[in-house]
């Protein structure tokens, strides 16, 4: 989906209700800054400057999703300590419905606190018992579980394995989600996935898959297989395995695919997880198609991962990085360089649009007509005529700017992802090498015959006849020039 198609579904994107169960976290961030050696053992210093407490486990889950405007409750489990005291105040201050909390005086609150110096992490001190809810425990958890599920859009089941979500509580939510037609996503724990058995999708990192199903997931040939292995295993209908700076792969309904990282700097992947989780659920909650929810969740992940810890994406901060521009990376290609590249956005599933002309003098006709092109997929390449070929087409006088400066210029234009050339006087040979996703040329082809057709919608691609600027054309300008 390109950036467009996107924008247009968060511009439109309801506000729908989550139900959250999980292991509830409090996070505590310490900052400080590093200068010595202790003289007691040899290990450094932290300075701490400031610190800070943040919601963690499902309670991340839920600020994602509050960040993004839906309406979210929450199941989960603290103690009657300070710890528990902390993470209520944090849920209260976020807008979300607690009243499902259970508070268990013998049960201490999980804390995880981080020492970061100069901004990388030191070291994690746990505050836990990691141990299953005792049957009257996961009884009362569940209590009204239907009531709470016929309210919301989707189920999120966030597993740490802190043991909230024990035997019970899983039979108990996943029975009544399936009555009531509700999805549930499932951010995994452990090896034995059988346990989710009956839940919608799956959401496990590359680690966690491979621990799952007792392989490494080196190489993009290993994702598919993986991808329906857990998918079988688990009884689910769906898996998304975030793959780290590889992008995420997911399978769904008979469909898949490979979806690329945003490009940005990473500073922390704390939380990331359940940032992709709270996106994919406010997606399926408010009906979006399977693919959108993870090329939204895939775009909140890339902001997420800019920010110190466990953080969120609001639809602000979503929305303009949609508006922006995409990083351009125009590039003048040789035939066999510009066939590598599109074998690497095959593997990435991206769409690849093509058209071709002399473009000798570019002018806003060119540019609107190369940004609709742009427009109908992932990446645009432009073939362009050589010197010789032109002279042919546009006789003596022509071009007027030699090959080299034309495929300069285009290459620097923002919609332009790739430029070649071509000597002869139609582009099939380079249609048929490169077998474009889309072949695009102007509307006054329609009654030419557009060279390439044939090939490209035999290989499943599509055609499309872009509008043209009127008034704008080379050879008018060439004419003005010369008179």
Known sequence: MNQGDLRALLARLARPRVLIVGDLILDRYVWGTVERISPEAPIPVLAARSSETRLGGAGNVAANLRAMEAEVEILGVVGTDERGASLAE??????????????????????????????????????????????????ELVRGIEARIA??????????????????????????????????????????????RGATLLTPNRKEAEEALGRRLRAPEDWPAAARDLVRTAGVEAAVITLGPDGMYWLHGGRE?????????????????DTVIAHLALGLAAGLEFEACV?????????????????????????????????????????????????????????????????DVLHAGHVAYLREARAQGDVLVVGVNDDASVTRLKGPGRPVNPLADRMTVLSALQMVD?????????????????????????????????????????????????????????SSIVSRLRG
């Open 257 to 273: 695919g490979h979806v690329s990282t945003v490009a940005r700097a990473v500073f922390d992947v704390t939380g990331a997880g």
């Open 151 to 196: 309210r919301a859009g989707a189920v999120v089941l966030s597993d740490y394995g802190k043991g909230v979500l024990c035997g019970p509580v899983l039979a108990a939510t996943l029975a009544a989600a399936r009555a009531a037609g509700v999805p549930v996503l499932v951010d995994p724990k452990g090896t034995d996935y059988a346990r989710y």
């Open 418 to 474: 790739a430029v070649t050339s071509f000597a002869e006087d139609t582009p099939l040979e380079l249609i048929q090498a490169l077998t474009p996703d889309v072949l695009v040329k102007g509307e006054d082809w329609r009654d030419k015959g557009v060279v390439g057709r044939e090939w490209v919608e035999r290989h499943g691609g599509k055609v499309v006849l872009a509008k043209l600027l009127p008034g704008r054309s080379t």
């Open 90 to 139: 944090l849920l209260a201050r976020v807008g979300v419905e607690q009243g499902g909390v259970l508070r268990l005086a013998d049960r201490p609150t999980t804390e995880k606190t981080r020492m970061l110096g100069s901004g990388a992490q030191m070291l994690r001190v746990d505050w836990e018992e990691a141990r299953a809810l005792s049957a009257a425990q996961a009884g």
């Open 295 to 359: 090329h939204l969740a895939n775009q909140a992940a890339g902001i997420v991962v800019g920010k110190s810890g466990a953080a969120s994406v609001t639809r602000a901060e979503l929305a303009a990085v949609l508006e922006q521009d995409q990083p351009h990376a125009g590039s003048v290609l040789a035939l066999p360089e510009l066939l590598r590249r599109r074998a690497a956005w095959r593997a990435e599933a991206k769409r690849v649009v093509f058209t071709n002309g002399c473009f």
